[in-house]
């Protein structure tokens, strides 16, 4: 149970710009390999997975699972590491690289991921719940809109019964969402077990296989952010661009590695776990969504509908506890997410001397009003689709730049300076370190014009890539050259006050 007692460290005692002291750093590396793949065990991989099915059938989204998903895993294991070096946040390592002051804006970058994916998980949740009511109270389940009204309202009472019990779990029982966590992920893993039992028993694997889409599947807005006819085409690079997107904004590996034992168990182990959950969950929700598309009549597949956890379950014949466990995953996977978002805020509000309790409530209540916002667009995948996209913007500059500043600009030498309020070697200009700032803001330009912009080229060449490639060449020299700059003034200021 050393993995609850030190959980319940962490809320208790431990904001973002804390450092964790030595004695309190007792994760071992098989600690965190099952806090991780308990973690990644949750029905929005079983989603995605599904989704990986629809450029090239099984065989891309194997490649994605077990190629393309191991190799994205590695850089943000590497931010496990550095936090284990340190005993420090996810968000205390954005401090060296953007200033202290500067490391407020990636802050807030951060509050969209752990929100944005409470808010996506609240609403698969919800589509479980629909089902539950479908079969107790005859009200129509999440894919069978009341004709003549824009929205499912039946789904806004799941929705709120959701936030409450997450917001319950988050703020009142530290230990005994780590409980439920254990006990939902025993049973999603026996769920997906039985339901690949179900599909390979009663379907051809060659079969599986074999199958490809006619084209590429394509997704057109009907109304969002986006407007009216953007349209996503899911090829081997938007996948792969939304891989990494949901991969890396795990952005909460920070904050519990920095109370491994090692690095190496705050790098390996987060790496191991997620990896082996990701595999074997995202080959379930393949395996699923192509057993039901090789069977369904041509031209009458709903595939938002056929992509869900929940409605694969009613395919199969499951009821009211398959949905209940789809249910309290999601809602005990959520407690991390409102956690992270908590810290970003004592990162933000240095000053601010609320409680961890009462910060994690505000997280609770803000997750609310977003996990609504699905409501308004006609089909879930698109909406899915955009978050992935519009997280993977933010995502992919600001690791990649933190990376190169630990590893190539800093040369692994962060000092204790990073949970300092102001001064020292992180305070650059006014707490600012303008090279990091603008790089991080271009790249996301950057990924947002090809993405939004070119269409049709990030299709072939994805936007991460490209994106990547220019943090690293941009912030590596200018990064590197204001860094010498920065230290020879440091320098200079310490003879003058030595001689003073």
Known sequence: MKVFRGLDVIV?????TDQVPTEARAFTGWDQFALWFAAASLPAAWLYGGYMTGAYGLPGAFALIFLVSTITFI???LIGYIAADKGASSVSLLRPAFGLRGSKLPSLFYLFFGYGWAA????IAAISMSFVFNLTLGWPDAFHTPAGFPINYYLIPSILLICFLQGFFATAGHRAIRYLNWVSTVALVALGAYASYIVLKDFDFAQLWA???ARPLSFTFTAGALGTGFTYTLTFPLLLDLLIAYNWTWEFIGDFSRFARSKKAGTWGPFAGASLAQYWFFSVGALMTVAFLVTAP??????AAISDPSYKATLLGFGVGAYLIILFATISTNAGNIYASALGITNIATRWKASMRRLLLLSAVIVVPLALLPLFE???VFTYIFFL????????????????????VKARRYSDDLFAQQGGHYWYRGGWNWPAVVTLLSGTALYWIIAFGFPTLRETISAALPTIAFVVVVYYFWGRSAWVKHLRVLREARLVEASG
Do not use: S
Request: negative net charge; charged residues 10%.
């Open 12 to 16: 208790a005692e431990y904001k973002a």
């Open 75 to 77: 850089p943000w294991a």
């Open 120 to 123: 996506v998980n609240v609403f």
């Open 211 to 213: 199958w490809r889409p």
């Open 298 to 303: 041509p031209g009458a597949v709903n595939f």
């Open 378 to 380: 006609t089909n879930f």
């Open 389 to 408: 996209d519009f997280l993977g913007a933010i995502v992919v500059p600001l690791w990649t730049l933190t990376l190169v500043d630990y590893f190539l």
